[in-house]
């Protein structure tokens, strides 16, 4: 039996013809499966919303343009965990596409955010699109969509520790 370093996990060791390699299985993370799973599934959606001209990004902030009219950049990017630049810069390419309209752009001036026509037709194909994806994500498990929707429901409680 070898000892990983890092955990001190006890593995073993398999025998191959030219001499001993370490059969080491890191141990299991759920930060890291959650990561994974999350990747696989942003992908798919950065997929599916391609050509409506959206990525996940993008289709969040569009919907919460859409559900808070007049929406300000600060509190878009507190809602979408970016930072105020960053909304900006994507609100601007949704702008550039006539997915959103802001009322106010003037240097200054507080925004007013709308969804435009088109803007709020991408934002139902993209709705119907991620619904699919939800219907294939619970019929492939739905042991992990049921505790997904448990997460969010009633979020994680506290902050995460600190590292260091």
Known sequence: ???HARTGCL???QKTGGGDVAAERPPFSPVIALLTVSAVWDSQLNTALRDLGLTTRKYG???HVQATPGISFSELARRSQITVQTAHT???SLADDGLVADAMALAGAASDLRVTEKGAAALA???ARLARLDAALTAADRDLTQALEGLHEEPFRGAPP???
Do not use: I, K
């Open 162 to 164: 600190e590292h260091g």
């Open 61 to 63: 902030l569009l919907a």
């Open 90 to 92: 994507a609100v601007r």
């Open 11 to 13: 593995n073993s060791v």
């Open 1 to 3: 039996m070898g000892r």
């Open 125 to 127: 194909e993209a709705d």
